[in-house]
């Protein structure tokens, strides 16, 4: 158990650190901080995981109001701020265009959580965020129809639609192995910040799938990025500037996940960690997700994913410093459980 | 006047023939999904969809190397609901052979409970999977409920009967 005085030291620093980003807003995007001057700063990055063994009612439902209570420990815990408004005007600029960039990937059952982006798109409004400013997206109506959401595009209103409707950059971008990537317009073009909320899952491919597997949903032809298990293109993707430097804060959906068999919905692999995994360091968060699905593994006496042949190499890559996205040591993670 | 009267009735002989010549193909076209009704209780709630095995991934992105490389050629996919409660999603994948459709078949987990169904199956408390053929068949429901099992089986038998 941590002491008193090392809590309050790391939370504080978060908050800092949070306020320091919303300061660098000020002076525009552009000039945002770096993720690795974040890390320069504190030595190392913080997650929070957050969970509630009661999340789930009886009848297999998620309580919203539960799930609601949930992200606001979770985001106390991160920012030091117990008043989750105070919180959220640490974390975005309250008078820009912010993203919720979900996953409906695998369909209705495995898909970013309805009642976890009402609660987000209900604390951005209470921080000062314009409905209209609230663009809550991902590939396409199907995907976020999967999600238990509504199509909108009425710009009073928290708008919902996908890259169907806004469509994608024609000049494409690059990055090491992620060539020719074109990217959704909706990313490059109308958020100025976005908030990524991956769901948890096992992937047959990449062998997890969370916060910066994600970010295939913001390009035209994701398949081309599957080589080699997703490596190195999960991390070259994400080191395109505009993903770098306007998608950076995530708050993971661990509520339901699948734990073999992923990234679709395979109910007799389905499992509830009842949990939100809350960070700014994407390969900190997806470190933290991966050991969850191995311990969820070793617990049912599923082999390790290194041991079906799919290990996340992706992650160790984002890691390197040819692409310092983050950290993937444990010994510069700073992980807080509430 | 004759040479217009002999236009129309060319042209109405064409659309007639075209018209006849696409029902046809209507007819012989692959549809193992059964009507609404068609099984006691089940209703169809969505149109059919169908990825060639080169757009799969817009349809399963992430799964779908594994079907590709067991030799997928088209999947087709279509959305139930049971008493108008309990939602269904059904895939009908067709493979290039029936070796294609055991491959995906026996990568299913230890707890599967073996079903008489087409050349083989197993049924879980969610799901039911078996193949015909070069055909692989996948039937999800979005919720369990006791009658949950029992429901999917009948429908899995209405798509059996048509593959």
Redesign the interface.
């Known amino acids: 158990m941590k002491s008193r005085r090392e809590f309050i030291k790391t939370t504080a620093t978060g908050a800092l650190l949070l306020g320091s980003s919303a300061a660098a807003d000020k002076l525009g995007l552009a000039a945002m901080l770096d993720q690795n001057a974040r890390h320069a700063a504190t030595g190392k990055s913080k997650v929070v995981v957050a969970r509630d063994a009661a999340l789930h009612g009886q009848d297999g439902q998620l309580d919203e109001k539960r799930v609601l209570a949930l992200l606001d420990r979770a985001i106390a815990a991160y920012t030091g701020h117990d008043k989750p408004v105070e919180a959220w005007k640490r974390i975005v600029p309250v008078d820009k265009v912010i993203g919720l960039k979900v996953n409906g990937l695998g369909g209705k059952g495995i898909s970013t959580h309805a009642a976890l982006v009402m609660a987000v798109c209900e604390r951005l409004q209470q921080a000062g965020v314009k409905p209209g400013n609230i663009l809550v997206w991902d590939r396409t109506a199907r995907d976020l129809q999967a999600c238990g959401l509504t199509i909108s595009t009425d710009p009073n209103h928290i708008r919902v639609y996908g890259s169907d409707v806004a469509g994608f950059e024609d000049q494409p971008v690059a990055f090491g192995s992620a060539v020719n990537v074109k990217l959704a317009k909706i990313l490059t073009r109308e958020c100025d910040m976005v908030l990524n909320l991956p769901i948890l899952k096992d992937h047959e491919m990449a062998g997890v799938t969370f916060s910066m597997k994600n970010m295939f949903g913001v390009v035209k032809h994701p398949n081309e990025l599957h080589a080699d298990g997703c490596n190195p293109g999960v991390a070259d993707l994400n080191c395109i500037p505009v993903v770098r430097q306007k998608v950076r804060f995530t708050i993971g959906d661990a509520m339901t996940s699948v734990y073999d068999g992923g990234p679709g919905f395979h109910p007799e692999r389905l499992w509830q960690p009842n949990a939100l995994i809350v960070g700014e360091d994407r390969v900190a968060l997806d470190h933290t997700a991966w050991k969850m699905i191995e311990r969820k593994r070793a617990e049912v006496g599923m082999p390790t994913l290194e041991g079906v042949g799919r290990p996340p190499l992706y992650i160790a890559t984002a890691a390197d410093p040819a692409h310092g996205l983050g950290y993937n040591d444990p010994q510069h993670i700073h992980l807080l459980e509430v | 006047m004759i040479r217009s009267r002999i236009w129309i009735v060319a042209t109405t002989a064409v659309v007639m023939v075209a018209a006849t010549a696409g029902t046809g193909c209507k007819k012989h076209q692959f549809d193992p999904f059964p009507a609404s009704g068609a099984v006691a209780d089940w209703q169809k709630t969505s149109d059919t969809r169908t990825f060639a095995a080169k757009d799969l991934?817009q349809y399963?992105?992430?799964?779908?190397?594994?079907y590709i490389s067991a030799g997928v050629v088209s999947t087709s996919t279509s959305d139930y609901k049971y008493q108008n409660q309990l939602?269904a999603?059904v895939d009908v994948h067709t493979m290039g052979d029936a070796a294609g459709a055991r491959k995906i078949l026996e990568t299913g987990?230890s707890?599967?409970k073996p079903i008489q169904l087409g050349d083989a199956g197993v049924a879980?408390?969610?799901?039911v999977i078996f193949r015909k053929g070069p055909y692989l068949v996948r039937i999800?429901?979005?919720?369990?409920t006791p009658g949950t099992p029992q429901a999917l089986l009948a429908l899995a038998h209405g798509v059996e009967a048509k593959l």
């Open positions: 991934w399963i992105d992430g799964d779908a190397e594994q939602e999603t987990t707890d599967a879980y408390a969610q799901s999800v429901a979005y919720e369990s």
